[in-house]
């Protein structure tokens, strides 16, 4: 089992910028890939980010590319997303999520652990 702990949500203007971070513990870390997705109200929780467990590869949604960074820290048990550029239709619950050894990188049904989520609001 891993368990998933995000932090770093919170109410930001347009423009503005936030870090999101997801602590892991319980199994190893590093054997698995990360991910971020979002969940706005009303709609279908979506793909946002990804890394390999080695960070060598690095994926990331239509809507996010360039103004996002995702990165790991496997010595820390810690995956990252930098949020740029805030837009109001950034707003969502942010979750983190531990990825099983099979099936699509951005597809939500292919991860195992998911964290408790935070909430980033965007103001205009």
């Known amino acids: 089992q891993v368990q998933l702990v995000e932090s770093g949500g919170g109410l930001v203007q347009a423009g503005g910028s936030l870090r999101l971070s997801c602590v892991a513990s319980?199994?190893?870390?590093?054997?698995?890939?990360m991910g971020w997705f979002r969940q706005a109200p009303g709609k279908e929780r979506e793909f946002v980010a990804a890394i390999s467990w080695s960070a060598g590869n690095t994926y990331y949604a239509d809507s996010v590319k360039g103004r996002c960074t995702i990165s790991r820290d496997n010595a820390a048990n810690t995956v990252y997303l930098q949020m740029n550029s805030l837009k109001r239709e950034d707003t969502a619950v942010y979750y983190c999520?531990?990825?099983?050894?099979?099936?699509?990188?951005?597809?939500?049904?292919?991860?195992?652990?998911w964290g408790q989520g935070t909430q980033v609001t965007v103001s205009s």
């Open positions: 319980g199994r190893t870390f590093s054997a698995y890939a």
């Open positions: 999520a531990g990825k099983g050894p099979y099936g699509s990188i951005s597809h939500d049904l292919f991860y195992n652990y």
